[in-house]
């Protein structure tokens, strides 16, 4: 019995294979939320990693120690038989005083030792850095003003999706729930733009239940918590690029396809970018004229398809949708039709590289085109590519979770998805463009 | 059943005659049937144990077959097996029965069965309510998982966060059954405190100071004093929660200005100390087998005391860390770091404590000591994963994905349920009268490390690579294809070594009958503690005479002398030791109807609350009546065949009942007779 059985070389065997496979997908790319190594792109996600990294080679060694003594112990100690004789006896130790407390006192020790590093890293994950920047904006009076941007982000949660908003006004964000701030200067849905190299705060909140916002290539989670703001969190991200992450607070029915991507771009294009995003959608003059007459309140019928895009945006989609200069006349009002009270602003749906919730393209990654099909199912049957509740909540609330399936004809479905290709970036607009949806592709 | 007569006044005088007819009270109390009736009215410990067992593995297999139905979803990317809603039932069920209703009632089992004989005692301390926590828990049990049947399970989640447990955003009466379903087996769970702490504290033999009590004991002790502080808590928050839903309550209402992380605080301050509730009673089982297996006294003894001790304390102190990303703020983030680090301490001196009872041992690795042994390493996995987490910078990149899925599988599967697998093999001839068989043992043990391993081993790296919890699918391209892939072939690795386990007891059975049912002697293993001091199976009464303790491991010290060169020489085989069970002469506390029937209006009252008040009145007509008759309840079935004692009669008062059995009739089992327990049970 000391020597191997076939049974047990066959299980040694097995976990030796196992183990290497383990070793292997270590290594494995391609995962990019992975919060190890190449995919790591922001100081905090790596300082935290490098730290992680170290007591994990303590980690193994204590576990291998005591699969060692087990083992060990298994090979020398044990007995073949099934009872024991009578004379059959081990040395009775019972105790012994100073191994207890020798190595009560050692996991103490080395736990203390690693409590000091955590303390540092932790006080440093949250200190913030003042580095303000200057950008130019658009006044609201159709002026341009230079700020001192002091980089932070308000983040809200909502079932299933992520509002980014941006304010440069003089406002104490840190202070106030998200129902009481102003309009933010530039409120976006999934994909957060930030400049890269910079530490940016997070103010993170919610308008429901709980979710948790995180990045895992640039920073751990924070928890969005309904009416409270959360404690400043930051991210910051070294290289342009885009950076995946995934609502890791259950958050109900669609919580998996709650998803969201932070692009970090150089200074000079996330300049190029506010200035984009701080401008209304362009129309051409004869469609600018038919705005007008839908907002002075006549009924006017649309001459072409682009203006029967705007009508059915208008009566369909403005009760909760903003789309600047197309619905200016109109206040939506979400918070009617919708739990959470928030749906997207579509102003600048196009310079967008992500939908629903971050599970879809707004480009298809190989060719650069639009994605007319993906959005087009969207706007035919929201359901069919992100669960919701198409149901009212209840007999006396009417209110729905998730974007309701309107009944739209093919027709109006084509005309919208038009629409909101309009609001892609112009010609020659946005440099980094193609970059971004290259890089927006998960494979 | 009968009307509630106007009781008799107690110690009345000569006028209150009681007779046969006409007992005390008006219930006459359930007699032996030698039926399967008996146990619905049992109050016998033993019987309750093994129903509490029985229980938890008729909901671990359906808590099972949830996780296998999670394991197909994810196997492959964009699973299409479950629906999202579906999904998110099957894994908050999946949770809230391996937790509440498998664990918990597991380890109960253990509690039940043994602890009155590791301390040699007659009974728990109340009979009657020990059937009551059983009744209550099973029927909870049922309650929580009919709302299967009755439009689906919850789904939000076993910690159940508020506010997304709230009408608004779970209008289904998931989360309803979920929170009257906790809070009945919390009663069950509170009950069970109260008796095992007063049976614990107050009926130990003469010479079994604290200090002398086996380690299962002690740990389970150390359990039963958490439960009864930590279930008040969540019952709290359950009690805020159903008022919410129910009764439009605004506890967790934020539009109304709540605070969400109320529930968190209470559901924590609750759910880490129930992290030590499940995994102290196997901490128990291993430091019962590891010593007999290796045929040495546990190493350290006071240390192994004082550290499960420690844990009870320290466990109070860590339950933020659950939060550290909810926004709690740096300071209390730093605390919370800091005492969860320190938590390890204890648990390793456990770890090391066994590796030292190991060393030097004669070791017999039968199915019980692979099991326990399995635990030492495997639950040493859980734990330093669990100090990777108390460091809450990481703990940023950590919580919420599959690496805590691993950490915490590790510890309760590879902790808690390993450690009760061992608890099976070991006690098995103890309760059953027959052992289980050891090739099919090792078959069982064998695939359910290896499927373990193979299921949770990978959840590390899928977490490290990103995977959150909870999700119900995830895309391809994120890296996540192969493992989850591996974990899927592992779990159904896992169900099949639970399978040889149901096979085992089937295949040991018949055998065992077709050998003409060989008593297995009562000390099949050369163990150390009490319990194996009586007859296998248990006698009903458990000991013939009362056992004076003068030595941890009693029993052993029995058979075992040291001559003068310090070596162990036998002094007396168990036979010559043990006591066989003979004594006929003893009295026992009677059946009742009662905690069944108490038990019983709970379901009854909560099924009320969801679905229409009217029902809550019979209900709660049921619940006063049981109370009631309770109360009024003869202390003993007056037509029990006493005649053995040679009593014409019962004295009017329940101490005289006590005091006035004399001849032959063991009466201070314990430091409290078993027949005061049973009137005041």
Request: charged fraction near 15%.
């Amino acid at each position: 019995m000391n020597r191997l059985t076939p049974s047990t070389r066959k299980v040694v065997r097995f976990l030796a294979l196992l183990t290497a496979a383990f070793v292997l997908a270590a290594c494995a790319d391609n995962a990019p939320l992975d919060t190890r190594g190449d995919n790591l792109q922001g100081p905090e996600a790596r300082d935290i990693e490098s730290f992680l990294r170290w007591v994990l080679w303590i980690a193994y060694a204590v576990f291998f120690a005591v699969l060692g003594v087990t083992l060990y112990a298994w090979k020398n100690f044990r007995i073949k038989t099934e009872d024991y004789e009578d004379d059959e006896f081990p040395e009775q130790i019972s105790h012994n005083n100073t191994l207890e407390i020798a190595w009560t006192a050692a996991p103490a020790i080395l736990l203390a030792i690693i409590a000091i590093f955590t303390i540092g890293l932790h006080q440093s994950l949250n200190s913030n850095s003042e580095n303000p920047i200057t950008l130019d904006v658009a006044d609201g009076a159709g002026g341009a003003t230079t700020v001192e941007w002091e980089p932070e982000i308000v983040v809200v949660g909502q079932q299933w999706w992520w509002e980014y908003q941006y304010h440069f006004g003089d406002v104490d964000l840190v202070a106030q729930r998200v129902e009481t701030l102003p309009n933010a200067d530039i409120t976006t849905a999934t994909q957060m733009v930030i400049p890269v190299g910079m530490e940016i705060e997070l103010e993170i909140t919610s308008r429901d239940v709980i979710h948790s916002h995180w990045i895992p290539s640039l920073n751990g989670k924070r928890d969005a918590v309904p009416g409270r703001q959360s404690a400043p969190w930051k991210i910051q991200a070294d290289e342009p690029g885009v950076y995946f992450g995934q609502c890791t607070e259950f958050c109900g029915l669609s919580h998996s396809r709650m998803r969201m991507q932070v692009v970090a771009l150089p200074e000079a294009e996330f300049q190029e970018w506010v200035t984009a995003q701080m401008q209304g959608l362009e129309l051409s003059p004869e469609t600018a004229a038919y705005v007008a007459e839908l907002e002075a309140g006549a009924t006017v019928p649309p001459a072409n398809a682009e203006q029967r895009a705007i009508d059915t945006f208008r009566t369909k989609c403005a009760s909760c949708h903003v789309l600047d200069g197309v619905t200016d006349g109109i206040v939506a009002r979400p918070e009617e039709q919708l739990v959470s009270g928030a749906a997207p602003n579509l102003t600048h749906f196009a310079t967008r590289t992500t939908f629903a919730g971050g599970i879809r393209n707004v480009y298809e990654t190989d060719t650069g085109e639009f994605n007319r099909n993906d959005i087009a199912q969207w706007l035919r049957d929201p359901a069919s590519i992100k669960a919701n509740f198409t149901e009212p909540v209840s007999e006396t609330d009417s209110r729905l979770r998730g974007m309701p399936n309107l009944g739209l004809t093919t027709e109006e479905v084509d005309d919208l998805v038009s629409l909101l290709e309009m609001t892609a970036p112009q010609e020659g607009e946005f440099e980094m463009f193609e970059f971004i949806i290259e890089e927006t592709g998960v494979e | 059943m009968a009307i509630i007569d106007r009781p008799l006044a107690i110690g009345a005088g000569d006028d209150a005659v009681e007779t046969v007819d006409r007992p005390l009270g008006s219930i006459t109390r359930p007699q032996e049937s030698g039926t399967w009736r008996d146990w619905l009215t049992t109050v016998d410990h033993k019987k309750i144990g093994i129903m509490y067992g029985a229980a938890a593995m008729f909901f671990f297999v359906i808590g099972g077959a949830e996780a296998l139905l999670i394991r197909l979803q994810l196997a492959t990317p964009n699973g299409t097996l479950l629906s999202p809603e579906v999904y998110n039932q099957v894994f908050t069920m999946h949770g809230v029965t391996m937790i509440f209703l498998v664990a918990m009632p597991m380890g109960a089992a253990f509690a039940n069965y043994l602890l009155p004989l590791q301390i040699g005692a007659r009974d728990v301390a109340f009979p009657r309510l020990n059937a009551l926590s059983f009744w209550v828990f099973l029927f909870g049990g049922l309650f929580l998982n009919s709302a299967w049947l009755l439009g689906g399970g919850a789904d939000g989640g076993w910690f159940n966060y508020a506010p997304n447990s709230t009408v608004t955003f779970s209008p289904s009466h998931g989360i309803d059954f979920y929170a009257l379903g906790l809070q009945i087996t919390g009663v069950a769970s509170l009950v069970g405190a109260i008796n095992l702490i007063t049976t614990v504290l107050n009926m130990r033999p003469k010479g079994m100071t604290l200090m002398r009590m086996p380690i299962f004991t002690w740990m389970n002790l150390v359990v039963q004093f958490l439960l009864l502080f930590a279930v008040p808590v969540i019952s709290v928050a359950l009690f805020e929660l159903t008022f919410d839903r129910l009764f439009d309550a605004n506890f967790f209402n934020t539009e109304a200005g709540a605070d969400p992380l109320l529930w968190q605080h209470l559901f924590w301050i609750f759910g880490h100390p129930e992290v030590y509730i499940l995994i102290l009673p196997s901490f128990g089982i291993v430091s019962e087998v590891i010593p007999v297996f290796s045929r040495k006294p546990i190493f350290g003894y006071s240390f192994m005391v004082a550290s499960g001790v420690a844990i009870g304390f320290m466990g109070w102190g860590v339950w933020a860390h659950h939060m550290f990303v909810s926004g709690i703020g740096p300071i209390s983030v730093a605390a919370f770091s800091l005492s969860t680090m320190f938590i390890a301490v204890p648990t390793g001196v456990k770890i090391l404590n066994w590796l030292a009872t190991i060393w030097g041992g004669k070791l017999r690795f039968n199915t019980a000591m692979l099991f326990a042994v399995g635990v030492v390493s495997m639950f040493t996995i859980g734990g330093l994963s669990g100090v990777t987490h108390s460091i809450a910078p990481a703990d940023t990149q950590q919580t919420d994905t599959y690496y805590i899925v691993a950490h915490f599988h590790y510890v309760i599967f590879g902790g808690t349920l390993l450690g009760f697998f061992s608890g099976f093999y070991f006690w098995w001839p103890k309760m059953f009268g027959y052992k289980l068989n050891e090739k099919l043992g090792k078959t069982n043990f064998w695939l359910q490390i290896v499927g373990f391993n193979v299921t949770f081993g990978p959840m590390h790296i899928l977490g490290l690579q990103g995977m959150s919890r909870r999700i119900d699918t995830y895309d391809a391209g994120f890296g996540f294809e192969f493992w989850n892939l591996v974990a899927t072939v592992g779990a159904f690795i896992i169900a099949l070594g639970i399978a040889f386990f149901f096979v085992n007891v089937a295949v040991s059975r018949r055998q065992w009958i077709a050998a003409g049912k060989p008593n297995p002697g009562p000390d099949p293993w050369d163990a150390r503690s009490l319990e194996w001091m009586t007859a296998s199976p248990t006698p009903i009464h458990n000991f013939d005479e009362e056992i004076t303790v003068d030595a941890p491991d009693e029993f052993w010290h029995r058979k075992y002398g040291y001559d003068t060169e310090g070596n162990v020489v036998r002094k007396a085989t168990a036979e010559e030791v043990a006591q066989d069970g003979s004594n006929t002469n003893v009295h026992l506390p009677s059946p009742s109807y009662f905690p069944i029937l108490l038990a019983l209006s709970m379901p009854i009252i909560s099924y009320g609350l969801i679905y229409s008040l009217w029902l809550c009145i019979p209900g709660g007509m049921l619940l006063v009546y049981s109370m009631v008759g309770w109360i009024f309840e003869h202390p003993d079935d007056p037509n029990a065949a006493h005649d053995d004692h040679g009593h014409d009669d019962h004295g009017d008062a329940p101490d005289e009942l006590a005091a006035g059995d004399d001849e032959g009739e063991l009466v201070g089992v314990g430091a409290g007779a078993p027949e005061t327990e049973a009137t005041n049970g």
